[in-house]
């Protein structure tokens, strides 16, 4: 959210891209690196990318403002909607990483510099807008996976919680808070109630109180990130725990989800009846009887997601 926490500079961040040599043994990848910054659809601050070959089925979300160092303006988060409702209707789409293009930023929260510019009534039908936005991530039937490699701080966070994982890079730029009481307000956008349910009450209102800002290690400590790499960006990570997930039967994926995020709210033998709701839905499909056949068959799965 405080854009005084970025870097003053903002070049295209290093992109990591998958490379496979041909005389390679089956089942060995290689990752290479490239300086270049991956194609994009002239005039987009945040648009899909949809991966090849092995890896069809997972779908890159990319943000890339640069000058605003990701900030949510009207349009990326216009830009932003369009995406997550392409996703949500996509049945080829079954995992979604989300990542910035932008160096030292994954998003910095609210464009301040633009909310200036609105009267109260703008303000809040934006908050909403904003909310809704987080809501449609947070309920996307596939699982997401949140790279976070700059400064996620405000809203920025509070958009990487709506995220089932979030993976952490190891440069010094990734900076990690809810930091609105700095500012007097307070995290507006979902952040009081998805960090205490993520890391426990207490650690959330240490944070949330002090506006203390984590790096990755000290943020995969607490626990709200599931891995904090070494490596400059967290992406070849994503992509490692994206590809576990891509050969499982979609339809349990999604059913696993729902069950995990609907049924944890619940008391214990509600939240076990909605979890037996979700696996009836699975008993007559497809997917289910050709799990049985490969596993009696010893063969792998093709699993179509019916």
């Known amino acids: 959210m405080l854009r005084t926490f970025l870097a003053r500079s903002c070049q295209p961040q290093r992109i990591l891209t998958r490379t496979v040599a041909p005389s ?31 890896d069809q089925g997972i779908a890159v979300l990319n943000f890339n403002r640069p000058k605003a160092f990701n900030a949510l303006s009207r349009k990326f988060v216009g830009e932003f909607r369009d995406a997550l409702q392409e996703l949500r209707y996509d049945n080829d789409a079954r995992v979604v990483i989300i990542r910035s293009l932008v160096e030292g930023a994954f998003c910095a929260g609210a464009d301040l510099r633009e909310r200036a510019t609105m009267n109260m009534t703008e303000v809040r039908q934006f908050l909403t807008s904003l909310r809704d936005s987080f809501r449609e991530l947070e309920t996307l039937p596939i699982p997401t996976i949140a790279v976070i490699d700059g400064a996620a701080l405000g809203g920025g966070l509070e958009m990487a919680l709506c995220c089932d994982m979030r993976i952490g890079g190891g440069n010094k730029k990734v900076k990690i808070g809810l930091v609105e009481t700095k ?59 994206a590809r576990e997930i891509l050969p499982m039967g979609p339809l349990a994926i999604r059913m696993a989800k729902s069950a995990i995020d609907k049924g944890t709210q619940f008391e214990i033998d509600s939240g076990l009846e909605y979890e037996q709701a979700c696996y009836a839905q699975i008993m007559p499909s497809e997917d289910r009887l050709e799990g049985l056949a490969s596993f009696r068959e010893k063969r792998k799965p093709v699993y179509k997601g019916k």
Do not use: M, W
């Open 24 to 54: 390679a043994p089956s089942g060995i990848r290689f990752i290479a690196t490239t300086s270049q910054p991956a194609a994009h659809p002239e005039g987009k601050e945040c648009y899909l990318e949809r991966l090849t070959g092995d």
């Open 183 to 241: 500012l007097a307000i307070i995290p507006g956008a979902g952040g009081t109630q998805r960090l205490p349910r993520l890391i426990g009450i207490p650690k959330a209102k240490e944070l949330i109180y002090s506006s203390k800002i984590l790096d990755s290690a000290a943020a995969k400590d607490i626990g709200i990130l599931n891995h904090a790499v070494t490596e400059e960006s967290g992406y070849n990570k994503a992509l490692e725990v």
